[in-house]
Structure formats: C-alpha cells, structure tokens
C-alpha cells in the first residue's frame, strides 16, 4: 500500500473505500510501519471509522488501548462511541479514566455526551455530581455546557425548575437552548409553560426542529388542535423564513393528532400538502399517513399506500394491523401478520405487533387465538409483556367472563397492575355481572387514584342494574364525601377543515345558543 505526499488526503480517500475491518487493518499496519501508528490525527480517523462505519467498537477499544497518549479528541470519540450504544458504565468509567491520568483535560465537547452516562449510571444525583464537576473545571458558563446541563436537569419533572434556572442564566441563547427547555416542558407535561416560552423565542431564531418541538408537545399531550394551529402558523411564516419550513417530523406530529381526532379532511389536505410540495415520502411520513387513515376509518386510502409501499417497514406494517384492529377488521389484521412471517427476519414481530394482534383477537372475540398469539410471543419471540400486553389479555378474557383465568394472569404479572388493568377488569365485571371481582377491581383502583368518581360511577351503575338501590346510595355517599372528580366527556366534529371540541356540560363554544336551539327543534320534532 503506496501513500502519496499528502498522508492525510490519502488516509481519507482508502477509508472512503474501505468496507472490511480487514482493509482497516491494512491501513493500520501500514501506518505502524511509516512510523504514523502513534499519530494521535490518523489514530482518531481508524478509531472514528471504526465506530461509525464498521461498527466495531470492541476493535476500537484496542487501537485507542495501545495509544501511548490518547487526547482529548480520541477520548471523546470513545465515549461517543460507547454512549451511542448504551454502554453507559463503559462511557463513565473511560472518562474516569481521562480525568485521572491528568494528560487529557476535558472540553467542552466531552460534558455534553458524558451528562447523558451520568444519571444513567448515578441514579440519585447524577447529574448533580457532573454538574458539580464542571463548574470545577471551569466550563459552567460555557453555552454548549449549559445547554446540555439544562436538557438533563428536564428530562425530570422534579428537576424542571432547576432547568429553567440554568435557561435563564444563559446570557448566550440560541436556537438549542431555546428548544431544549420547551422540550423539557412539554416532556413534563407543563404544555402552559411550554408555549408562553415558545412565544418569547424570538422568530429569527426559530427553526424547523423548534417548531417541531412544541407541535410534537401538543400531540403528545393531547392539544391536537393546538398542535394543528401551530403547523397553520408555521407554514404562514415559512413565506417569511425560508428555514422554517415543515419536515416529516413535522407531519408526522400533525397527522398524529389528525388521527387521533379523526379529522379526515384535513389529513387529506396535509396529505395533499406534501404532494404539492414534493416532500419525500419516507416511512416516517408513510407510516404517519397510514395510522391517520386507518384511525380515521379511511382503510381502503390506508391500505393503498401500505400496499404501494409494499409492505413497507415493520413500522408500517405494525400501524396496519393496529389501524384494521381498532376498525373491527381483526381478519385483515390477523392477514397482515401472516404476511409479515413470510419475509423472515426481514420484517420480525416486536412487541407493539402483537398489541394489534391482541386487540384484533379482542375485537373479533378470539379468545383462544389470542391466547396462542400471547404463547407465540413470550415463548417464541422472547418478548417480555408489557402493561399493555397484559391490559389486551385481561380485556379479551374479561369479555369472554373467563376471570379464573385473568385472576392468575394479574397474580403472575412481573410488573404492577395499573389503573387500565383494574378497569378492564371492572368492565369485564359489568359485563357479566361479577359483583366481587368489581368491588375487589374497585379497592384497587381507589388505592390508585382515590379522587377518580369514575370508578365509583361504574360500580354504581353496575349494583343499579342488579336491583341493589342501597349499595347505589353508598357509593353516591361516598362520592360526595369524598369529593371526587370525574373525566369529562369530550367529542369532537369537522366542519370546514376547522375542529370543535364539546365537553360534557360544557357551554362555552360561541354558538351554543344556536346549537341548543336546533337540539331543542329536533326533540320537539321527534
């Protein structure tokens, strides 16, 4: 192997041809030889190469070991390297390890990937160790530092205060800071604040991932139509700022919410946007648009693009099979999953595919089919269940009045019962009239949530369809002296591609006169 004059230029070019840890090794061996094997340059492309491209870090592991004084950036690529894989102790303990040899002080490169090892590995003040650190080493106020310190300390609820502490330090705001701390609100939950800081950032700072940020927040937490107005407001300013222009990201935040609200006409129209403006249609984008069909009851549109896709990705495959089950088509969805097992391990089942086979086996009353699905699974697959897995099971036997067996399956779960687990079963109860298996669902679910009227509501309605008026007046009793809440009811309705929500109760909407009014005419005409 003949290098020219210029080394480095040289160094590049193999590595873009290289496609084996064998030519890698090649390479390695001929620098060892030209006497370059300690070049601290050429050693972080191997190491990087070696990471990012072959996916070996056990061999990058061994090129950084035999460094006689590895810098700061062959350190930092290291624990990247680790990070990017979850090998949080490994990331740590390597930095340790830079810090105490004293040869490779830390920048500010290295705190932002360490902080994400950090709590990872320290569960109870981690990231106030790190945080701790840095300011000793002097990088406290260095923007890129605090940013990342910021997007830690959001990640908690509890540590949301300090986070915005940290953002209004930071006299150095940028775009990153701006976003990270409306993200860590809305990954809270605190969407008020969320959105009063989305409307301080200045617009000349605001970008595609900032608008994402906040339009994903809403979806998340459920403001669909809040979420739908921002996209309307992003795409007016993108006339103004040529940088904000939506994403896939962006519509797939959008059509989610779309979805969710079964707001056909203007999924159609969003549909119709990236059309118009030639969006690439990714899997991100396809699968966004094949959820919103199915969850719209749209199946022929959903399964036209699933088929062009030709089947697609898992992904899609799994947002099919949910789509047909929530519809009632538990056939086409079992299909589906037929279909998926012929391409082997191209398109293997993970744990949200079998959350649609076991809603479709609920919808189509297959208890026993949903049982060997469970079976295949756990036992075939190695999925360990999670809640929902275990909330499809008790749902499809609760329906079938088969709680001997739901009883065991509770008894056995490897994690804790939640609320949706004890209120399917009380559906199941009212059902079938199991007065003992709903009081004991009940206690649980009080235990839970004490507040929650609706528990005791159904527990009423259950022992007023028996006849039992005096257990009727208790939970009554007991839901006055306890004051509890119930969960409004909320629908909503399409008109004129805008979206009006009505709550239970609720008489704010401005033309409720005129909605009452022609309730009242339909009553009196019937």
Same mark, same amino acid.
């Given at each position: 192997?003949?290098?020219?004059?210029?080394?480095?230029? *040289?160094?590049?070019?193999?590595?873009?041809?290289?496609?084996?840890?064998?030519?890698?090794? !090649?390479?390695?061996?001929?620098?060892?030889?030209?006497?370059?094997? +300690?070049? !601290?340059?050429?050693? /972080?492309?191997?190491?990087?190469?070696?990471?990012?491209?072959?996916?070996?870090?056990?061999?990058?592991?061994?090129?950084?070991?035999?460094?006689? /004084? %590895?810098?700061?950036?062959?350190?930092?690529?290291?624990?990247? =390297?680790?990070?990017?894989?979850?090998?949080?102790?490994?990331?740590?303990?390597?930095?340790?390890?830079?810090? @105490?040899?004293?040869?490779?002080?830390?920048?500010?490169?290295?705190?932002?990937?360490?902080?994400?090892?950090?709590?990872?590995?320290?569960?109870?003040?981690?990231?106030?160790?790190?945080?701790?650190?840095?300011?000793?080493?002097?990088?406290?106020? $260095? %923007?890129?530092?605090?940013? =990342?310190?910021?997007?830690?300390?959001?990640?908690?609820?509890?540590?949301?205060?300090?986070?915005?502490?940290?953002?209004?330090?930071?006299?150095?705001?940028?775009?990153?800071?701006?976003?990270?701390?409306?993200?860590?609100?809305?990954?809270?939950?605190?969407?008020?604040? =969320?959105?009063?800081?989305? #409307?301080?950032?200045?617009?000349?700072?605001?970008?595609?991932?900032?608008?994402?940020?906040?339009?994903?927040? $809403?979806?998340?937490?459920?403001?669909?139509?809040?979420?739908?107005? /921002?996209?309307?407001?992003?795409?007016?300013? #993108?006339?103004?700022?040529?940088?904000?222009? %939506?994403?896939?990201?962006?519509?797939?935040?959008?059509?989610?919410?779309?979805?969710?609200?079964?707001?056909?006409?203007?999924?159609?129209?969003?549909?119709?946007?990236?059309?118009?403006?030639?969006?690439?249609?990714?899997?991100?984008?396809?699968?966004?648009?094949?959820?919103?069909?199915?969850? $719209?009851?749209?199946?022929?549109?959903?399964?036209?693009?699933?088929?062009?896709?030709?089947?697609?990705?898992?992904?899609?495959?799994?947002?099919?099979?949910?789509?047909?089950?929530? !519809?009632?088509?538990?056939? &086409?969805?079992?299909?589906v999953f037929k279909d998926m097992l012929q391409h082997g391990d191209d398109l293997k089942p993970d744990s949200v595919t079998f959350i649609g086979l076991l809603n479709a086996c609920t919808h189509g009353g297959l208890v026993q089919e949903g049982l060997s699905y469970y079976d295949l699974m756990t036992r075939i697959y190695g999925i360990t269940p999670e809640i929902e897995h275990y909330g499809c099971l008790v749902d499809l036997l609760g329906r079938a009045g088969r709680f001997e067996e739901i009883m065991e399956i509770v008894r056995n779960m490897h994690i804790t019962p939640d609320a949706v687990i004890w209120g399917t079963l009380?559906?199941? $109860?009212?059902?079938?009239?199991?007065?003992?298996?709903?009081?004991?669902?009940?206690?649980?679910?009080?235990?839970?949530?004490?507040?929650?009227?609706?528990?005791?509501?159904?527990?009423?309605?259950?022992?007023? #369809?028996? &006849?039992?008026?005096?257990?009727?007046?208790?939970?009554?009793?007991?839901?006055?002296?306890?004051?509890?809440?119930? =969960? @409004?009811?909320?629908?909503?309705?399409?008109? *004129?591609? !805008?979206?009006? +929500? /009505?709550?239970?109760?609720?008489?704010?909407? %401005?033309?409720?006169? #005129?909605?009452?009014?022609?309730?009242?005419?339909?009553?009196?005409?019937?």
């Open positions: 192997m003949l290098l020219g004059q210029n080394l480095y230029q *040289d160094i590049l070019v193999i590595l873009d041809k290289c496609k084996s840890l064998a030519l890698l090794k !090649q390479l390695q061996g001929h620098l060892i030889t030209t006497g370059h094997g +300690q070049t !601290q340059l050429y050693a /972080f492309k191997l190491v990087r190469f070696c990471t990012i491209t072959l996916s070996n870090l056990h061999y990058a592991r061994l090129i950084f070991k035999y460094l006689n /004084f %590895p810098n700061v950036y062959l350190y930092t690529a290291m624990i990247t =390297a680790y990070t990017s894989v979850q090998d949080h102790t490994s990331s740590l303990l390597l930095y340790r390890g830079m810090v @105490r040899n004293g040869l490779s002080r830390p920048n500010h490169f290295v705190f932002p990937i360490i902080l994400k090892s950090f709590p990872e590995v320290i569960k109870s003040y981690g990231i106030e160790m790190a945080h701790t650190h840095i300011d000793k080493m002097g990088f406290g106020k $260095c %923007p890129v530092v605090q940013t =990342a310190l910021l997007d830690a300390y959001s990640r908690s609820s509890s540590d949301i205060k300090v986070a915005r502490q940290l953002f209004d330090e930071i006299t150095d705001r940028n775009v990153v800071s701006w976003t990270a701390m409306i993200s860590g609100y809305t990954r809270v939950g605190q969407m008020g604040d =969320a959105i009063l800081l989305f #409307e301080e950032t200045p617009q000349c700072v605001r970008d595609t991932p900032s608008w994402n940020s906040i339009i994903a927040g $809403c979806t998340q937490n459920g403001l669909f139509s809040e979420a739908i107005s /921002f996209l309307r407001r992003m795409i007016v300013e #993108e006339g103004m700022v040529q940088w904000n222009k %939506p994403n896939d990201v962006t519509f797939a935040c959008v059509l989610a919410a779309c979805g969710h609200t079964g707001m056909l006409q203007l999924g159609k129209c969003i549909h119709g946007y990236v059309y118009r403006n030639s969006v690439h249609l990714n899997s991100l984008t396809l699968n966004a648009l094949i959820d919103m069909y199915g969850k $719209c009851g749209s199946l022929r549109e959903a399964r036209y693009l699933f088929d062009k896709a030709n089947r697609g990705s898992l992904t899609c495959c799994n947002s099919m099979i949910n789509c047909l089950a929530l !519809q009632g088509h538990w056939e &086409g969805a079992i299909g009380l559906n199941g $109860c009212k059902i079938h009239g199991r007065i003992d298996l709903a009081e004991y669902a009940l206690k649980n679910l009080i235990s839970i949530d004490p507040n929650n009227g609706s528990y005791y509501s159904m527990l009423a309605n259950l022992y007023g #369809e028996l &006849g039992k008026w005096e257990e009727v007046r208790k939970i009554r009793k007991i839901l006055n002296q306890q004051n509890a809440y119930k =969960a @409004r009811g909320c629908s909503w309705i399409e008109l *004129d591609s !805008q979206v009006h +929500q /009505f709550y239970s109760v609720d008489k704010s909407h %401005p033309r409720m006169e #005129e909605i009452y009014s022609v309730l009242e005419y339909l009553v009196d005409a019937h």
